[in-house]
């Protein structure tokens, strides 16, 4: 077994071939970048060629890097740290992390439910002191659950299901209705080393009314979802809110907390969730707008993306897509909830205007 003592090739000998990937990570990889990081470990032993490993063998990654603990966004900080900047469009020296889970302050109760089909807002978090799903070990990863599902006891009227004893149609069903993760058999999780042992340890807490929902160690420790039908939007972010301080103060109770840092706000497995953690998205009715040639430049500016309404992945599907905000990092939630809000109204506006033929570039953003 090859120790870290050992003598090794030269880095350039061992640089990684990014040359069918388009992922950030190929930007700002150089030789020299790659000769300092190789050998270096993080305090719980993960490794730079751990943390790339998945944009090597898929080539669809976006960003390319993953970190395997809290101390990798130190360690590997010379790469993560443009990569964040670019990927959330901020500078990180100026970059502030405040949380503001205060849902009063929003305006816009609700969505205009001819075009709003769904609103879904999440949050992904990590427990401090555990490795992230990448790189944790059986026993991290059941003590993770064993902490979060005695957080969630707290809760009134709901439930923990884990994976491993549930049954085929059960799972398939709340798959189906997008409640539940998919089971990983290609893509992200299988390749970054957040699938080893699937599905011990893993599973969902949900309401009778699966309008409030808890994922327990997919792609991070820990995701938050409150979601239901329709455009209400207050309802849906009110309930998020104080479902995430309570699950963060029932799990204060256990002295754990969550991972976060002042730069960074709350750490996460994947660069794209870092600072709020939150992705706030609607299913709504674009038929129009989503075939109009300047779609995704109006996205872009407007720090939108769009998904199809089966997840990450995948295509647009009569005409409904999955709108949500691209950008976590350097905001906080009541901001970015606000600033979604306004742009999902803008994208509507626009989408009625197409329907009835009338110009719209006075309602773009550039
Ligand atoms: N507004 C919405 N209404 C109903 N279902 C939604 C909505 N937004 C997302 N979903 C569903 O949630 C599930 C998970 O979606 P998806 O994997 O794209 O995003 P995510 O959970 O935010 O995580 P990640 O960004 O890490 O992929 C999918 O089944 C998707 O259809």
């Known amino acids: 077994m090859a120790n870290q003592n050992q003598k090794r090739y030269p880095a350039q000998s061992d640089f990684p071939d990014l040359s069918k990937s388009n992922a950030l990570l190929k930007d700002y990889l150089t030789q020299d970048i ?26 669809t990654e976006t960003i390319g890097i993953v970190a395997g603990d809290e101390d990798s966004y130190t360690v590997f900080a010379d790469i993560f740290g443009p990569v964040i900047e670019r990927y959330h469009k901020i500078v990180r020296a100026e970059c502030m992390n405040v949380t503001d889970l205060s849902p009063e302050k929003i305006t816009g109760e609700i969505f205009d439910e001819n075009y709003v089909v769904s609103t879904r807002i999440r949050a992904s978090r990590n ?26 006891n707290s809760f009134p009227g709901g ?3 884990p994976l491993s004893t549930m049954d085929d149609a059960l799972c398939k069903s709340l798959m189906s209705n997008h409640y539940l993760f998919r089971t990983p058999k290609v893509g992200f999780q299988l390749v970054s080393g957040c699938a080893r042992d699937w599905p011990d340890a893993r599973g969902i807490w949900y309401t009778e009314d699966k309008t409030l929902i808890f994922w327990v160690n997919e ?24 479902a995430m301080k309570q699950v963060e ?19 996460s497995t994947e660069p794209a969730n870092l600072g709020t953690g939150l992705r706030a998205s609607v299913h709504v009715k674009l038929p129009n707008l989503s075939k109009h040639p300047r779609f995704y430049k109006i996205l872009s500016s407007l720090k939108l993306e769009c998904r199809g309404t089966a997840g990450y992945g995948s ?22 909830v606000q600033t ?16 009835n033929i009338q110009p719209i570039d006075d309602l773009l953003p550039m």
């Open 127 to 152: 427990i401090r002191g555990f490795c992230l799903p990448p790189f944790c070990c059986r026993s991290e990863r059941r003590a993770v659950e064993r902490s979060i599902v005695c957080a969630l």
């Open 219 to 242: 792609e991070d420790h820990m995701r938050v979802i409150s979601m239901q039908p329709g455009g209400h939007v207050k309802e849906v972010f009110t309930r998020f809110c104080n």
């Open 34 to 59: 790659y000769a300092k990081l190789r050998d270096v470990r993080t305090s719980s032993g993960f490794t730079f060629d751990r943390a790339i490993q998945h944009c090597l063998d898929r080539v």
């Open 340 to 355: 979604w809000i306004d742009n999902v109204n803008l994208l509507i506006q626009i989408e009625m205007r197409l329907e």
């Open 159 to 161: 439930e923990y299901h």
């Open 315 to 336: 295509a647009i599907k009569d005409g409904i897509c999955d709108i949500s905000n691209s950008v976590r990092l350097g905001v906080s939630e009541v901001y970015l």
């Open 249 to 267: 103060q029932t799990l204060k109770i256990q002295n754990h907390q969550f991972m976060w840092r002042a730069d960074l706000g709350y750490l």
